[in-house]
């Protein structure tokens, strides 16, 4: 008779399954840590179902901007979970930690309670970059499209400086929800006024270019485009509350716009003169080239993918140009969003990294906010015909980028769900 071999109670640990109560905690954690730092829904919701199935859950998920519903265990018996969750800013470093912790709980390199744990530390992890850089680069961000907008020198240093007026007042209201919720209007006054008021004191210059430029961080374009995304990914729900939301900004903003423009009627009229020269080429390419350096600021970007996020960048902006070569305007968007989805895929494929990284970087050149800004500044005015050309001609760039990083899933499937 053979003898019995005693083998370690830790071996039976390790290829017993986890237990569910544990597994059920890490997944809920993980999806309202990852709804929390503006994880689409279609996203979401399919990161999610990849946990539960490797974790040997029977898991169903449903994700809207302010909720999360996810159910446990066959149809006749299960377990549903709501929760309330506030969207929040957007943070590709910790959504990069986030996605490494769902592959190393999937592959059992740590057990789900470990996880649970693992993600706590993640949402206490203390800011990357401090107030004064992010201050410094809102003012970056609001020159650099200043620029990019065809802005001369004045326009610059005016968008700079609301952009950085805004950004503080930013800071200041994030912790107070009831005075953050109306950071919108008070913005584009603060901004629109700027613009007259340079415009009256300092010389002549593009009223229109300096205030969108001022607002260029506060736009909503990246949340029209996901909100497509979503609705044509078929997650009706989400998409629409996410446009209803986009289409909110975009009236506060241009309520706050006609309301700081009203300082032109009490202010001396702007001295006849012509415009300066146009700034030259070169510094177009300076400010192409600190606009990834203020978006990995602002989305919160490790260091170590600011290199990635500035190639995103120019390939997405040259592939619109390409486009809009090609195609028309309207639809050049198409390309710059195609060549930016194929080349984020590829990288995330080769980094095994999640391709919204430098995806969302990029989709900051293409948005059309500024093209929907001006449709509602259109529509205040009481130019009817251009309101509505303009607000048509932002649907149809918005369409473009969703069927062009659509596309691009197609031609080179991404191999996260991030």
């Known amino acids: 008779m053979c003898a019995a071999v005693a083998v370690p109670s830790e071996l039976f640990a390790s290829l017993s ?62 377990r549903t979970s709501l929760i309330r969750v506030e969207p929040g800013d957007l943070d590709l470093e910790r959504l990069t930690l986030l996605d490494v912790l769902a592959d190393d709980v999937i592959q059992g390199r740590l057990t789900p309670a470990e996880g649970a744990r693992k993600v706590e530390s993640i949402l206490a992890m203390p800011a990357r970059y401090g107030t004064g850089l992010q201050l410094f680069c809102w003012a970056l961000a609001g020159g ?15 968008a700079a400086l609301s952009s950085l007026v805004i950004g503080t007042l930013g800071e200041l209201t994030q912790r107070q929800p009831n005075t953050a919720r109306v950071l919108e209007p008070v ?48 997650h009706l729900i989400s998409g629409t509350s996410r446009l209803t939301a986009a289409a909110l900004v975009f009236l506060q903003l241009g309520f706050g716009v006609a309301l700081g423009s009203r300082l032109a009627t009490i202010l001396p009229p702007p001295t006849l003169a012509p415009l300066p020269p146009a700034l030259p080429m070169w510094t177009q390419v300076v400010a192409l080239a600190l606009s990834p350096v203020a ?10 993918d600011w290199g990635w996020i500035a190639a995103a960048c120019t390939f997405a902006f040259v592939g619109s140009r390409l486009g809009a070569l090609l195609l028309g305007a309207q639809l050049g968007a198409f390309v710059g969003a195609l060549l930016l989805g194929i ?62 990083l659509l596309s691009a899933n197609a031609l080179v499937p991404p191999r996260k769900v991030l």
């Not at 620029?147 to 005016?158: D, I, K, Q």
């Open 17 to 78: 399954p986890p237990p569910p109560g544990a597994a059920v905690a890490f997944t809920l954690r993980l999806a309202e840590a990852l709804h929390r730092y503006g994880t689409p829904s279609h996203r979401l919701e399919g990161l999610m179902q990849r946990v539960s199935e490797r974790l040997g859950l029977e898991g169903r998920f449903f994700s809207t901007p302010t909720s999360l519903f996810a159910s446990f265990g066959p149809p006749e018996a299960l």
């Open 144 to 158: 650099a499209a200043g620029r990019l907008f065809g802005g001369g020198l004045r326009e610059v240093c005016v």
């Open 187 to 234: 913005a584009a006054i603060l901004s629109s006024a700027f613009a007259v008021l340079a415009a009256s004191y300092f010389g002549p210059l593009s009223v229109q270019v300096a205030t969108v430029a001022g607002l260029i961080v506060l736009l909503p374009g990246l949340s029209l485009t996901v909100a497509i995304n979503e609705l044509a990914t078929r």
């Open 295 to 304: 978006v990995g600021v602002l989305f919160r970007a490790g260091p170590r």
């Open 343 to 404: 080349a984020s895929n590829a990288l995330a494929r080769l980094r095994n990294r999640p391709s919204v990284t430098t995806v969302v970087p990029g989709l900051m050149l293409l948005v059309p906010g500024s093209v929907g800004f001006r449709s509602l500044s259109s529509l205040l005015e009481r130019d009817v015909v251009a309101g509505v050309d303009t607000a048509f001609n932002m649907l149809m760039v918005a369409v473009a980028l969703a069927a062009g």
